[in-house]
């Protein structure tokens, strides 16, 4: 549905996106994910056409449309402000753009009382938006876009605005809305939870390069790169040495001298390499399990945060890990700061990661 091939955007001399080649699908919900800078706004900037780009090409529907206005693009964009009209109706908000395009006066009233339903609106399209909350505006801004029926939805942090409960409400009925409908959906966020809840795939930036992209499956147990594996939730990320291969696994040694085995089935070119460890992957124990990847360590400190317990573990030589405990009544859950506790990992819960 969307394709960018070796897009480049300048803004004099710095560079806000270098190079971006990727496709979206149709029907997808597609996130842009990373922090404050990193080109995710620039990338929706030019598929709405907002914005041109200093090289490269924008394609919509196998057409190209780089250099085409906004309003000859079938895309509609949810601002993060919402951008509603404060002098209209919530319904004349709503009908604004079908009455710019011209449609039948019948069509209007029957699309918009279509998306109103959708959006649970019913009670609210005689007021303005000044008398509505921030979740009820948002689903205006929603609801005007979708009316259009484009063939891509664009949203900039439209959650931003809204308090947490709120905001985890609205996650839930923006992908619903989006399963409803069938429409791309391409979102931008600094969120990793939104991110990771909402979206079929996501692309992560970076200083203006897209670092990954994959489903969140692959963002989060296969980071591509350090950014990603360190950007993406917690994670340990530990330089290592390859000592030696046997067959699928790799024996590695880890800053320390804490040694483990490594599942791949492509061994890396280089000797030296970088772990990914996620800390939720890491199992404790007060006696030893045995078996691959078993190793004494010391909690060294202990962060309560309700259903799960953040630890730390200090290791052979020093090596400290982040490590975490569900709080589930089990007797392996009882662990606290102080104690003497075994470790595991799986070796195929250990990803390498690009330098």
Do not use: W
Request: glycine share 8%.
């Amino acid at each position: 549905m969307v394709e960018l091939r070796n897009v480049t955007k300048r803004f004099g001399a710095y560079e806000a996106l270098k190079e971006a080649s990727f496709e979206i699908r149709a029907g997808e919900f597609m996130t842009f994910l990373g922090p404050s800078g990193c080109g995710k706004t620039t990338c929706l900037r030019l598929i709405s056409g907002f914005d041109t780009p200093t090289s490269g090409q924008i394609f919509l529907d196998g057409k190209d449309l780089t250099f085409e206005p906004p309003y000859r693009r079938d895309v509609n964009q949810v601002f993060q402000n919402y951008a509603l009209f404060p002098h209209l109706t919530i319904y004349e908000n709503i009908a604004f753009g079908l009455r710019m395009k011209k449609v039948p006066a019948a069509q209007i009233r029957e699309r918009v009382d279509r998306v109103v339903k959708m959006t649970s609106l019913e009670a609210f399209i005689d007021r303005k938006p000044a008398q509505l909350s921030g979740g009820q505006r948002q689903r205006v801004a929603l609801a005007r876009a979708i009316v259009c029926e484009p063939k891509v939805l664009l949203l900039d942090e439209p959650l931003s605005a809204l308090d947490a409960k709120l905001r985890t409400q609205m996650r839930v009925e923006l992908k619903q809305l989006q399963k409803k409908l069938g429409i791309t959906f391409v979102f931008v966020t600094h969120d990793q939870e939104e991110a990771l809840t909402m979206s079929d795939r996501v692309a992560v930036l970076n200083a203006g390069r897209v670092e990954q992209i994959g489903t969140v499956n692959e963002i989060y147990y296969k980071p591509a790169t350090r950014f990603v594996a360190s950007f993406i939730g917690e994670s340990n990320i530990v330089e290592a040495e390859i000592l030696r291969a046997e067959g699928e696994f790799l024996h590695c040694r880890l800053e320390g001298g804490l040694e483990l085995d490594v599942r791949t089935p492509k061994p890396p070119a280089h000797s030296q390499i970088l772990l990914s460890l996620r800390p939720e992957k890491i199992r404790l124990t007060r006696e030893n399990p045995g078996g691959r990847n078993s190793f004494p360590g010391t909690i060294e400190m202990e962060i309560f945060k309700g259903a799960v317990d953040d630890l730390t573990i200090s290791v052979q030589g020093g090596l400290q890990l982040g490590a975490v405990l569900t709080n589930d009544g089990q007797a392996e859950s009882d662990l606290h700061e102080g104690e003497r506790v075994f470790a595991r990992i799986q070796p195929e819960d250990i990803h390498i990661v690009a330098a």
